[in-house]
């Protein structure tokens, strides 16, 4: 499978960026999808995930519930990650995952960087 992310940038403070994540050669809809991100010289961290299409479970973390909305598109086996209100300490590298089972595949990370 490959994992590809894009629409990483540079963004302002209380600016928004959408990120999405084309994965191929799996059976998109049986995976759990899910986005994290990783600061300078911090861990990885779950920013949100949406399970497969029997549950659809949408799930946020605490730091970006009420900024950031999950979505995907399983004709185009993309997931979307719109991120509004953006903070400096929203800047990381943003990964994208695929999940099913003992299956899991990463993506090489988009950069996101927040500063005025």
């Known amino acids: 499978a490959q994992v590809v992310e894009s629409g990483g940038g540079l963004v302002h403070p209380g600016g928004s960026l959408r990120l999405s994540c084309v994965v191929s050669?799996?059976?998109?809809?049986?995976?759990?999808m899910s986005w994290y991100r990783q600061g300078s010289g911090k861990a990885r961290e779950l920013v949100a995930s949406?399970?497969?299409?029997?549950?659809?479970?949408?799930e946020y973390s605490e730091a970006v519930k009420g900024r950031f909305t999950i979505s995907k598109d399983n004709l185009k086996e993309t997931v979307y990650l719109e991120m509004n209100s953006l903070k400096p300490e929203d800047t990381a590298v943003y990964y994208c995952?695929?999940?099913?089972?003992?299956?899991?595949?990463w993506g090489q990370g988009t950069p996101v960087t927040v500063s005025s």
């Open positions: 995952n695929a999940k099913f089972g003992a299956l899991d595949y």
């Open positions: 050669d799996v059976t998109f809809g049986l995976y759990q």
């Open positions: 949406i399970t497969d299409d029997f549950s659809n479970k949408i």
